[in-house]
């Protein structure tokens, strides 16, 4: 059975986007700075995820601020200010919409992987079935004679 991590990574895989990790910051002007460095790495982290097309973020910890790939336009970034989030823990935030189509995904997914399982659990059972019975008849035969 497919562990829900598996399908998570499946999911972030196909259907989630440019993705960026900024830190925690006290001040504005520590994250004016921090932003302006993001930039620059966002691009090397664009190179990396440029076949990954929707608008997701990963949130880690402490975070404030928050560079999001801006839809249709990845070099200017949004900024969106977060507060009151789990430390040591990886969270998504989405829009509303996005959460929903997101779980939506997750769930057709999960549905598929399922059939997936069925159908491969039953070729392998007729699969099995057909090289036990040539076997049978090979013994058969062989007794005969």
């Known amino acids: 059975m497919f562990s829900q991590r598996i399908i998570i990574r499946s999911i972030l895989r196909y259907h989630v986007p440019k ?10 002007s520590a ?14 982290v664009e190179d990396k995820l440029d076949k ?13 601020i928050l560079v999001v790939g801006g839809v249709g336009c990845p070099r200017s970034p949004t900024v969106l200010l977060m507060s009151n989030l ?3 823990a990886f969270n998504f935030y989405t829009n ?5 189509e997101l779980r939506t995904d997750m769930n057709n ?6 059939s997936d399982m069925k159908d491969m659990k039953a070729e ?4 099995f079935k057909v090289q036990f019975d040539t076997i049978l008849a090979l013994l058969v035969k062989r007794d005969s004679t």
């Open 52 to 64: 990954l097309d929707s608008k997701i973020a990963i949130i880690y910890g402490f975070t404030a």
């Open 109 to 114: 997914l999960r549905t598929e992987l399922r």
């Open 86 to 88: 789990s430390q040591n």
């Open 124 to 127: 392998l059972k007729s699969a």
């Open 31 to 44: 994250a004016g700075r921090y932003l302006r460095q993001a930039d620059e790495t966002s691009r090397k």
């Open 19 to 28: 993705i960026r990790l900024v830190k925690h910051f006290r001040t504005e």
């Open 96 to 100: 509303r919409h996005f959460e929903t």
